[in-house]
């Protein structure tokens, strides 16, 4: 066999292969801030939660509460969007946090605590839809985490 024929032949195949390894690559980063992103918002409510059902000498505070979980969330989190961050979490940006109830509740009722956030992949977003549906390619993919506690 002539080795003369099969120069090149290496960095062809180097070429045909390389948009696949930059595809896995970029995806195994996109999961991994969803895995990451999603654990952050997840101990974001639970830490918020926790905070509305520990009685206390001070007030209970809807406001407070939710700001428990922006904080928490607010500097964690790993966006790749051009959106707006604040301190109070009513950024473009940033997590969406609701609970119930918003009164002082009774003894042994329920307090739940909800964070959202809408990730932005680092590269692809939300590539495995294939831009059917109402997920197109590039679109934001919310993830959500809800906690609920017992108020004591």
Wanted: net charge neutral.
């Amino acid at each position: 066999m002539d080795n003369n024929k099969q120069k090149g032949s290496q960095a062809v195949e180097f070429a045909l292969v390389l948009p696949f390894l930059i595809l896995i690559i970029f995806a195994v980063l996109d999961f991994g801030i969803l895995a990451y992103d999603k654990a952050i918002i997840t101990n974001a409510s639970r830490e918020a939660v926790r905070q509305g059902i520990v009685l206390s000498t001070a007030t209970w505070d809807p406001a407070t509460i939710k700001q428990v979980a922006c904080n928490y969330a607010k500097s964690a989190l790993i966006t790749v969007s051009s959106g707006t961050r604040n301190a109070t979490c009513t950024g473009t940006a940033d997590p969406v946090i609701t609970m119930t109830p918003t009164a002082t509740p009774a003894f042994n009722t329920p307090v739940t605590v909800t964070v959202s956030y809408a990730v932005h992949g680092f590269s692809l977003g939300s590539w495995w839809s294939l831009g059917t549906g109402a997920s197109t390619v590039g679109s934001a993919i919310t993830l959500v985490s809800t906690t609920e506690m017992n108020h004591e």
